[in-house]
C-alpha cells in the first residue's frame, strides 16, 4: 500500500487495501499504461504524430519508459512524471521560497531545487519569504524568479508544509481565497504549500528598504497583530488535511483539500487525530468513492 507507515489495525489494513484496490482499478480503467517501470513500454499510436519526452526512448521500434513514474499526455508530447524526484522548473511555474541569502541587488531562495533562485530585488513586491514564478534558467542552470504583480509577496500568519512536487499538478490556478474559512492556500509546484490567514491585495506592493526601519509604530503594531485561536486551529485543521493527502500519495488540489476538510467536521473529528490512522483510512475510502461516482457519472 505505497509503502505507509502507519499503525494499523488488521481491520484498518484491510479497509485501506481495498480502497487502494478500487482506486488502482479505477485508474487502470481510465488509463491502462498510468504507472510504469523502467523498460515498460508505452503504448503510443504511431500513425499520428507524437514528440518523446522526459522518461522515454526509442528502442527495437517501440517507445519505451527510462525512470519510473507516471505517463502523461499533453497534446503530442508524452513523457513519464517520475515520482518522488526533486522539484524539476519549468517557465511560469509557481513557487515558494525561503531566502537563503540576502546580497545588495537580489537574493537568493531555496525551492526545493538542485540549486537556489535567484530573485533581483528590481523584480519583486516585497521583501523576506516569498511566493514568486519562475522567469527563466541562467547559463549556469540556476533559475532566476520574478514577482511581477500584487499576488506575490511576503507571507506570514500561516503554515508551511513541504510535500512531494510531484503531488502537486500544474493548473490555472495555484493562489485560491478559501472565503469560508478567511484563509489564504497557496499550492507551489515545488511542493511549498502555504496556509495562512487571508491577505487583501494592496495596490503598491513595492517596498523600499532602504526606508523599511522607517515604519510608523501603529504600522510595526500592525504587522505583529495576534492571530486568533480560531484562525490558528482553521490553519492546522487544513494543514493536517494537505499532511494527510501527502501520506496517502493523492494528488494534492484545492477541491480534495476541501473535502478532507469537510469530512473531518461532519465527523467532529479533532485536528490531532486527523493524523491518526483511522482518518487515513476514512480518506482513502472517500476518495474511492469519488472517483467511483466521477466514473459513473461520465459513462
Known amino acids: 500500500m505505497r509503502g505507509l507507515q502507519l499503525p494499523l489495525s488488521q481491520t484498518q489494513r484491510i479497509r485501506l487495501q481495498r480502497a487502494f484496490e478500487k482506486l488502482q482499478s479505477l485508474s487502470s480503467k481510465a488509463n491502462s499504461d498510468a504507472s510504469v517501470t523502467v523498460a515498460d513500454t508505452i503504448p503510443v499510436n504511431y500513425e499520428d504524430t507524437f514528440l518523446k519526452g522526459h522518461g522515454t526512448m526509442d528502442l527495437n521500434g517501440e517507445l519505451v519508459a527510462t525512470v519510473c513514474g507516471v505517463v502523461e499526455r499533453v497534446n503530442k508530447l508524452v513523457y513519464v512524471r517520475a515520482l518522488r524526484a526533486r522539484y524539476k522548473p519549468e517557465v511560469g511555474d509557481i513557487v515558494i521560497g525561503r531566502v537563503v541569502e540576502v546580497a545588495q541587488k537580489r537574493w ?146 484545492a477541491d480534495l483539500i476541501m473535502e478532507t476538510v469537510e469530512l473531518s467536521t461532519s465527523l467532529t473529528i479533532d485536528i490531532h487525530d486527523m493524523l491518526g490512522s483511522e482518518f487515513h483510512v476514512l480518506v482513502a475510502e472517500m476518495e474511492a468513492e469519488r472517483r467511483s461516482l466521477t466514473t459513473k457519472r461520465k459513462r
Not at 519583486?124 to 511581477?148: K, T, Y
Not at 504600522?219 to 494537505?242: D, K
Request: contains cysteine; charged residues 20%.
Open 108 to 253: 537568493r531562495l531555496e525551492i526545493n531545487f538542485s540549486q537556489d533562485a535567484v530573485l533581483m530585488l528590481s523584480s519583486m513586491n516585497m521583501p523576506d519569504g516569498i511566493q514568486a514564478e519562475v522567469r527563466n534558467f541562467q547559463h549556469d542552470g540556476s533559475l532566476q524568479l520574478q514577482a511581477r504583480n500584487q499576488k506575490y509577496g511576503k507571507l506570514e500568519k500561516g503554515q508551511l508544509l513541504i510535500i512531494d512536487p510531484y503531488l502537486v499538478k500544474k493548473s490555472k490556478q495555484h493562489f485560491h481565497h478559501l472565503e469560508q474559512f478567511g484563509v489564504d492556500l497557496i499550492l507551489g509546484r515545488n511542493g511549498f504549500i502555504w496556509i495562512g490567514e487571508h491577505v487583501e491585495a494592496r495596490d503598491s506592493m513595492v517596498v523600499d528598504q532602504a526606508n523599511s526601519s522607517e515604519q510608523s509604530p501603529v504600522l510595526e503594531e500592525s504587522n505583529q497583530a495576534y492571530t486568533p485561536l480560531e484562525m490558528r486551529q482553521t490553519i492546522c485543521r487544513i494543514a493536517n488535511a494537505v499532511r494527510v493527502l501527502s501520506t496517502l500519495g493523492f494528488n494534492v488540489d
